[in-house]
């Protein structure tokens, strides 16, 4: 993508793409409850409160997109999105966005954790459709412990990964080059992550057009370009 045509080209064809039909699917609370893995799909991981919903909000063009994964009862399952969806009645969407449970709860019970442990290792291992995982981390805090583990996970799992820096806009220039610097190094360390790191702000949309871009590159391959 180092082509400053080809990748304006992925960028305008994804924005294209997301501007179409983006609807929520379903929640799963368990394994059985998962959508038949019939079509590609792209999950977002990150700590509670790293922005996760505004993110999923931002790449979609939509203002509450994921408000259906923050409703009560709703936080320990995995959501899940159909993007893009043919004319013809009955059509499959051409991928899945998955917004799975926020981790590195501060004062949730044992049992919650284990099943949260359960549900999100279990998908992660088991879906053969799983295209890319998205890891969000808070660029105001860099990597936490919880983000190591998860990223373990995902290298044990054998699951490629995106590491996405979030809130960008609220740390200064310097400090946002030395975690990104930091990150990029520390990733460099783990089989299954890709080596760019993504800087992005949800609310002021820089670095949304190229994750976006990079989400279809991912789901639907080199080669889609609208």
Known sequence: MSDPDDK???EEAASKLFSGPVDFLRSAPQLQFLPDPVVPEIAFCGRSNVGKSSL???LTGRKAIARAS?????TQE????DVGRPEEEGALPLFRLVDMPGYGFAKAPVKVVEKWKALVNS???GRQVLARTLVLVDSRHGLKEVDRTMMTMLDQAAVGYRIVL??????KASELAAVAEKTAAEAKKHVAAHPQIH?????KGMGIAALRAAVVT???GEGWMG
């Open 123 to 125: 998908y992660l291992r």
């Open 218 to 220: 991912d789901a639907l």
């Open 166 to 171: 979030t809130k960008t806009d609220k740390i």
């Open 199 to 203: 800087l992005t702000s949800s609310e």
């Open 8 to 10: 304006a080209k992925r």
């Open 70 to 74: 923050v409703t009560p009862g709703r």
């Open 78 to 81: 995995l959501n899940f999105f």
């Open 56 to 58: 999923l909000n931002a």
